[in-house]
């Protein structure tokens, strides 16, 4: 049974956190983040804690496990002055049963919290069938579509993550949504300069399962970018935003930005190059937007009222 390990009420740990005296600086912490924040087997993560804005001096961070025998933390680490954040590991028990722990950090008695699950089970059901990549060989700076599959559409979805074998070469995102009542799930795999053809290892993870693809990068120039149009950009009475674009390349990923570059959604791929969405909008919806292809192709659109 799941189990949570709560550490203390922040109220009362804000009151006993003593930084050393050496370590008395003004920093404030923004926040405490943990990536990635589900594992097993006595897997390895990062705690990140980031400070509001950069001190002129040293800050001491105070680090706590909630669960000592399930995830352990080093007791303090330093954010050099200038700085704004620092990494710091967290270990975990493979044999540990499935629990929740809190990971809390202070700077200047201040604390924030953040939770690992360790060894959560593997749900019933669909389950994390395959990783693919299109393409499979590239020039160094062009952009691949990879899909995580499973063997089944997810009631509630979920989210996969992801690694490289060498993140120098192929970058992908940690960690991606598949969407509710959908069996599959898209990211963008970027690659940067070779001087050799160089093969790397794409990996998906789900629970304690894993599956993986390759990718080789070459050097040379890439090829000229996709072409994307947009046919349907509207925003009706009942404050639904919909979006209907094409794509030359049928394996791309297109993603919707607002005019000043926010990033909003991506479209689902229908097939044969077109790509749609409809977003419900509770403030008014941008008046322009942009769809940008991860193979480089891009269109813009004022958004109808209707």
Do not use: C
Not at 154 to 169: E, Q
Request: aromatic share 6%.
């Amino acid at each position: 049974m799941r189990r949570l390990s709560a550490f203390l009420i922040l109220s009362v740990l804000a009151s006993v956190l003593v930084l050393p005296g050496s370590a008395a600086a003004a920093g404030y912490i923004g926040a405490l983040t943990i990536a990635p924040n589900w594992v097993w087997d006595g897997a390895t993560t990062e705690g990140t804690v980031t400070l509001q804005y950069p001190d002129t001096v040293d800050n001491t961070v105070v680090i706590f496990s909630g669960d000592t025998s399930v995830a352990t933390v080093p007791g303090t680490t330093v954010i050099p002055a200038g700085a704004t954040s620092v990494t710091f590991p967290i270990a975990t028990n493979a044999s540990a049963p499935e629990t929740i722990v809190q990971i809390t950090a202070a700077v200047s008695g201040i604390p924030r919290s953040a939770y690992l699950t360790v060894n959560a089970a593997t749900p019933s059901g669909p389950s994390l069938s395959g990783l693919s990549i299109t393409p499979t060989s590239i020039v160094a700076g062009q952009n691949a579509t990879a899909t995580a599959t499973f063997t089944g559409a997810l009631r509630d979805g979920t989210v996969v993550r992801f690694t490289s074998s060498d993140p120098t070469v192929a970058q992908v995102p940690t960690q991606a949504s598949l969407s509710a009542n959908r069996s599959s799930t898209t990211f963008n795999l970027a690659t940067s300069a070779v001087t050799a053809p160089t093969t790397v290892t794409i990996t998906a993870s789900w629970y304690v399962i894993t599956r993986t693809a390759t990718i080789t990068v070459a050097p040379g120039t890439p090829p000229p970018a996709d072409i994307v149009r947009i046919t349907k950009a509207q925003y009706n009475k009942s404050r639904i935003l919909t979006i209907e674009a094409t794509g030359s390349d049928p394996n791309a990923i297109l993603s919707v930005y607002s005019a000043g570059g926010g990033f909003l959604f991506s479209l689902t791929n229908n097939g044969n190059g077109r790509h749609s969405d409809q977003r419900g909008w509770r403030t008014s919806a941008p008046e322009q937007i942009t769809v940008r292809s991860n193979f480089g192709g891009t269109a813009e659109s004022v958004v109808a009222r209707v």
